[in-house]
Structure formats: structure tokens, C-alpha cells
């Protein structure tokens, strides 16, 4: 297929979504159809791109001397659109029976479909102008979803949300203009595209390269540069699901990946200070985030604590600048991605059901909906790390990478992942143990009146499930392909 077709695949979804605002849908299954169709198509299309698709860049414009807007879909970035492709159909299908008694349905649609749009752009942009301009357009288009509810706690977390991702860019932004005011086009290349220390001074190449870390690290919930995320979880559930699972939170570790062995090089940062402090920047913040989940007893903020552990997994193998920890944050993004999104759909489907938002009201609802907690089970044991589940696979493959990479501070962020996942048994198992083994003195009279969430719900949760056990037990293919990226192939 030819690259023409990236542009269709970013301007489907984006231009789709600003139509539906003047567009006359006069019913809210009108609306379904049509934000349906359209995310279904895109998926169908980013697919053929995926396994079809030619490699040739497809430059768009040029703004200025050096900044060339263009897209070009590279192995890197189809891994990246493969999960976007795969994991937005299944949050629209959910969405439909969640948001069917929201308010400004129709506002909460356009925007859920731009955002599908400018996400894919993060995952195709050829190069780090490119991926900025779409990763501050990522910001405008999911933070009307944040603020959707436009009580105080959504203007609050919006706020916050607004204020960490601007300085975050103002970060970026400054690491991207280093590069390119020394001569360098930014076009992503494997290795990096700095041939030599500019200035021959190898300490402002490595500060700027630490302010490019933080500034995309806010998106991936670095500490502490991660309070957004656990207040950004007032929003509705089909967005905390994309929003910690997928869109924004996987783009940020992505545009990391991006920076540090796309445009700086790992062959420049290795041996530097710059190195072990990123990596203890994200040991730290794996153990801040599972600690503070334990702690944690409103639900999706548990959740969302949980998120900022397991983005910090990723930036672990990230930050060990060896083939083998590349490869590891990848297989851990894409997993991650699949069983935090389903943990996400069953904490909805309760909230949906029940109103019940804290983890001490969950006593015997795993008696009263068999199917969402059979599928948050799954989802428990997977991101634990139990095999055969996905989870597994990756952190298996994160604590390899560690082992092979000769580094002491990988050595004790291996034992710091370890603590890590028990701490995770210790914050999902607890959820658990409320809804199938409650306390005697529980409320059993108000269980009564508790259902099953509908199909639009369960069905998207038990792909989930399959998908996490299939991952699972035939993770070679991903495997394979996840070390092809990471050996530059």
C-alpha cells in the first residue's frame, strides 16, 4: 500500500470526529453507528498498513529550515499503531453501553474519535517535529474527555492535567530544538541520528537529552511528574481505560523510546551520568507507584497507581539502553496495555452497576457479576506476573535483560521489580478477596438488586481475557518482532 495511505489513516478518525459535532444524529444509537463504523474502518486500514504498507517516508510540508512535517511508518511504529488498532474498536464497543445515560454524548464521541486519530500520528510521525506537534495536539483533544463530567473534581484534574503536560512540552519542545539547531533534520533513525557530541561538549547533549526524558516522561507518569494520572481518573472509564492503557500513558513511554534510541542514541548516553539517573528516575517510580496502590482504596485510583508502576517497567528496560531492554519494554507495553485496559472495563462495569467506586464495597459482588470479576481475576494474575498469562512473559523478559546487561543498577532494579510484583499480588488479590470472600458482617441484602453488566460490556472484557491467556502461551511471534525493532531490523 502506498504511505499516501498514512495520512487517510490520521485524517479518518481526526476529521470524522470534527464532523460530528455540526452533524444532525438525532438518536445516541445514530451516533454509536457512526463513531463505530468509522473506528472499525481505521482499525481495518492501520491493519493493511501494518502487514502491506511500503516504508517510504511521506513528507507533508515544511514549516521552517529543518522542520519537516512527515510521516513514516517504521517497524517501531507499526508495533506501537498494532496496539492503538487492535484495542480502540473493543474501548468504543464498551463505551457505547457505558456512556448510553451520560451526558454530551455526542461531544464525548467526536473527541474519543480525534484523539484515535492524533494517536496514530504519534505512532507514524516520521520524525521528532512531526511526533511533537502530535503529541501536543494529543493533550487538546483528551483533556475535554477528562473534563467531561465539568464538576469540581474534573475542572481540578483537567487543570492538572493541562499544567504537568505544558511544562512537560515546554521540556521537550527545548530537547527537540537542540537537535535541530545543530544541523540535525530529526528523522527517526535506529541508533540515533547524533553523530558526535555538538559543541564537542558531551554535557549538553546529555542535559538536554535529560530535559527531552523528563518532558515526554510526563505522559509516562515519571515521578514526580505524575499526579495527573490518578486524578485524571474521574474521568468516564472508557477514557481512564485509553488514558492509562493505551493513548496518552503509551505514548509517552513511546516518544522516550523515540528520543533515546531514534534521535540521541544510546551509543552517546552510555557511560554518562544521564544513563543511571533515568534508570533510577524509573526503578523509583515502579516501587512509588505499587507501594501507593496498596495504600490506595478508591478503586480506579488504585488502578491508576498501578498504571504509574508498570509505565515505570517499560522505562526500566527502556533506560538499560541494550538491545535486550528495548525489546523487554516492548513486549511489556503491548501486554500491559491489554490487561490494564481489561482491569479498567471491570472496575467500569462496576461502577456503571453498582455506583460502587471504593474497594471496600466490593464485598460479594464476585457472586452477583460472575463474568466482570472472572475476567478482573485474569487480569490480577496476568499483571502479578503468573504464568501462562502475558504478564508473565514480559516481566520474564524485563528481569533477562537486567541479568544480561552487566549493570549493577539493573541488578537492583530487577530486585526492585520482584518487591514490585509482590506488591501487586498483595493491591489486586485485595480487590479480590472483598468480592468473592467477604466479611461476614457485609451487607448480603444489598447484593440483591446487583446484575451482570450487558454484552456491550462482557464481551469486550472476555476478548480481553482470551487475548491475555493467548498472548500469553504464543508470545513468540510478538516476541520475535519486538526483538527485530530492538536490533534495528
Same mark, same amino acid.
Given at each position: 500500500?502506498?504511505?499516501?495511505?498514512?495520512?487517510?489513516?490520521?485524517?479518518?478518525?481526526?476529521?470524522?470526529?470534527?464532523?460530528?459535532?455540526?452533524?444532525?444524529?438525532?438518536?445516541?444509537?445514530?451516533?454509536?453507528?457512526?463513531?463505530?463504523?468509522? @473506528?472499525?474502518?481505521?482499525?481495518?486500514? %492501520?491493519?493493511?498498513?501494518?502487514?502491506?504498507?511500503?516504508?517510504?517516508?511521506?513528507?507533508?510540508?515544511?514549516?521552517?529550515?529543518?522542520?519537516? #512535517?512527515?510521516?513514516?511508518?517504521?517497524?517501531?511504529?507499526?508495533?506501537?499503531? !498494532?496496539?492503538?488498532?487492535?484495542?480502540?474498536?473493543?474501548?468504543?464497543?464498551?463505551?457505547?453501553?457505558?456512556?448510553?445515560?451520560?451526558?454530551?454524548?455526542?461531544?464525548?464521541?467526536? #473527541?474519543? @474519535?480525534?484523539?484515535?486519530?492524533?494517536?496514530? !500520528?504519534?505512532?507514524?510521525?516520521?520524525?521528532?517535529?512531526?511526533?511533537?506537534?502530535?503529541?501536543?495536539?494529543?493533550?487538546?483533544?483528551?483533556?475535554?474527555?477528562?473534563?467531561?463530567?465539568?464538576?469540581?473534581?474534573?475542572?481540578?484534574?483537567?487543570?492538572?492535567?493541562?499544567?504537568?503536560?505544558? !511544562?512537560?512540552?515546554?521540556?521537550?519542545?527545548?530537547?527537540?530544538?537542540?537537535?535541530?539547531?545543530?544541523?540535525?533534520?530529526?528523522?527517526?533513525?535506529?541508533?540515533?541520528?547524533?553523530?558526535?557530541?555538538? =559543541?564537542?561538549?558531551?554535557? %549538553?547533549?546529555?542535559? #538536554?537529552?535529560?530535559?527531552?526524558?523528563?518532558?515526554?516522561?510526563?505522559?509516562?507518569?515519571?515521578?514526580?511528574?505524575?499526579?495527573?494520572?490518578?486524578?485524571?481518573?474521574?474521568?468516564?472509564?472508557?477514557?481512564?481505560?485509553?488514558?492509562?492503557?493505551?493513548? %496518552?500513558?503509551?505514548?509517552?513511554?513511546?516518544?522516550?523510546?523515540?528520543?533515546? =534510541?531514534?534521535?540521541?542514541?544510546?551509543?552517546?548516553?552510555?557511560?554518562?551520568?544521564?544513563?543511571? +539517573?533515568?534508570?533510577?528516575?524509573?526503578?523509583?517510580?515502579?516501587?512509588?507507584?505499587?507501594?501507593?496502590?496498596?495504600?490506595?482504596?478508591?478503586?480506579?485510583?488504585?488502578?491508576? =497507581?498501578?498504571?504509574?508502576?508498570?509505565?515505570?517497567?517499560?522505562?526500566?528496560?527502556?533506560?538499560?539502553? +541494550?538491545?535486550?531492554?528495548?525489546?523487554?519494554?516492548?513486549?511489556?507495553?503491548? #501486554?500491559?496495555?491489554?490487561?490494564?485496559?481489561?482491569?479498567?472495563?471491570?472496575?467500569?462495569?462496576?461502577?456503571?452497576?453498582?455506583?460502587?467506586? =471504593?474497594?471496600?464495597?466490593?464485598?460479594?459482588?464476585?457472586?452477583?457479576?460472575?463474568?466482570?470479576?472472572?475476567?478482573?481475576?485474569?487480569?490480577?494474575?496476568?499483571?502479578?506476573?503468573?504464568?501462562?498469562?502475558?504478564?508473565?512473559?514480559?516481566?520474564?523478559?524485563?528481569?533477562?535483560?537486567?541479568?544480561?546487561?552487566?549493570?549493577?543498577?539493573?541488578?537492583?532494579?530487577?530486585?526492585?521489580?520482584?518487591?514490585?510484583?509482590?506488591?501487586?499480588?498483595?493491591?489486586?488479590?485485595?480487590?479480590?478477596?472483598?468480592?468473592?470472600?467477604?466479611?461476614?458482617?457485609?451487607?448480603?441484602?444489598?447484593?440483591?438488586?446487583?446484575?451482570?453488566?450487558?454484552?456491550?460490556?462482557?464481551?469486550?472484557?472476555?476478548?480481553?481475557?482470551?487475548?491475555?491467556?493467548?498472548?500469553?502461551?504464543?508470545?513468540?511471534?510478538?516476541?520475535?518482532?519486538?526483538?527485530?525493532?530492538?536490533?534495528?531490523?
Amino acid at each position: 500500500m502506498n504511505s499516501s495511505f498514512l495520512l487517510v489513516a490520521v485524517l479518518l478518525p481526526f476529521l470524522a470526529g470534527i464532523i460530528l459535532f455540526p452533524l444532525k444524529l438525532n438518536t445516541y444509537k445514530a451516533v454509536c453507528v457512526y463513531t463505530g463504523a468509522v @473506528t472499525l474502518s481505521t482499525s481495518l486500514l %492501520v491493519w493493511a498498513l501494518i502487514l502491506f504498507g511500503d516504508r517510504t517516508a511521506f513528507p507533508l510540508f515544511r514549516f521552517a529550515n529543518g522542520l519537516l #512535517f512527515t510521516l513514516n511508518f517504521d517497524s517501531l511504529g507499526r508495533f506501537f499503531a !498494532g496496539i492503538i488498532a487492535t484495542l480502540w474498536p473493543l474501548t468504543v464497543l464498551y463505551a457505547f453501553d457505558y456512556m448510553k445515560k451520560e451526558p454530551r454524548q455526542k461531544t464525548f464521541f467526536a #473527541f474519543f @474519535t480525534m484523539a484515535y486519530g492524533v494517536t496514530l !500520528g504519534i505512532s507514524m510521525a516520521g520524525n521528532l517535529f512531526s511526533m511533537y506537534c502530535f503529541y501536543e495536539l494529543l493533550t487538546l483533544t483528551t483533556a475535554p474527555l477528562v473534563i467531561h463530567h465539568l464538576d469540581r473534581r474534573s475542572v481540578r484534574a483537567t487543570r492538572t492535567y493541562f499544567v504537568f503536560s505544558l !511544562g512537560g512540552a515546554a521540556f521537550g519542545f527545548a530537547s527537540m530544538i537542540f537537535l535541530i539547531a545543530n544541523g540535525v533534520d530529526g528523522n527517526f533513525t535506529f541508533g540515533g541520528i547524533l553523530t558526535a557530541y555538538p =559543541y564537542g561538549k558531551p554535557v %549538553v547533549t546529555e542535559i #538536554f537529552y535529560f530535559l527531552g526524558f523528563l518532558g515526554f516522561g510526563v505522559k509516562a507518569a515519571i515521578f514526580p511528574l505524575h499526579h495527573w494520572l490518578p486524578k485524571a481518573s474521574v474521568a468516564p472509564t472508557p477514557v481512564t481505560a485509553l488514558l492509562h492503557a493505551v493513548a %496518552v500513558v503509551k505514548s509517552g513511554v513511546f516518544a522516550v523510546m523515540r528520543l533515546t =534510541y531514534y534521535s540521541y542514541g544510546p551509543e552517546l548516553l552510555r557511560g554518562t551520568w544521564v544513563k543511571p +539517573t533515568v534508570m533510577i528516575i524509573a526503578v523509583f517510580t515502579l516501587f512509588y507507584g505499587a507501594a501507593r496502590a496498596v495504600k490506595e482504596p478508591h478503586w480506579k485510583r488504585r488502578l491508576a =497507581y498501578s498504571t504509574v508502576a508498570n509505565l515505570s517497567y517499560i522505562l526500566f528496560g527502556v533506560t538499560m539502553m +541494550t538491545s535486550e531492554g528495548l525489546s523487554a519494554g516492548l513486549l511489556h507495553m503491548a #501486554f500491559h496495555a491489554e490487561i490494564k485496559i481489561l482491569a479498567f472495563f471491570c472496575a467500569g462495569a462496576v461502577l456503571q452497576y453498582t455506583g460502587r467506586e =471504593y474497594v471496600y464495597e466490593l464485598d460479594g459482588l464476585g457472586r452477583r457479576m460472575k463474568i466482570t470479576f472472572a475476567c478482573f481475576l485474569i487480569a490480577a494474575l496476568a499483571l502479578v506476573g503468573i504464568p501462562p498469562f502475558s504478564g508473565f512473559v514480559s516481566k520474564w523478559s524485563l528481569l533477562s535483560a537486567a541479568a544480561q546487561s552487566g549493570d549493577l543498577l539493573a541488578y537492583i532494579g530487577a530486585g526492585v521489580l520482584l518487591i514490585a510484583a509482590l506488591l501487586t499480588a498483595i493491591y489486586m488479590f485485595t480487590s479480590l478477596r472483598r468480592a468473592y470472600f467477604p466479611d461476614q458482617n457485609s451487607d448480603f441484602a444489598s447484593l440483591e438488586s446487583v446484575r451482570e453488566a450487558s454484552p456491550m460490556m462482557t464481551v469486550p472484557m472476555m476478548i480481553l481475557a482470551l487475548g491475555i491467556l493467548l498472548t500469553g502461551v504464543f508470545a513468540s511471534p510478538i516476541a520475535a518482532a519486538a526483538n527485530a525493532i530492538a536490533a534495528g531490523m
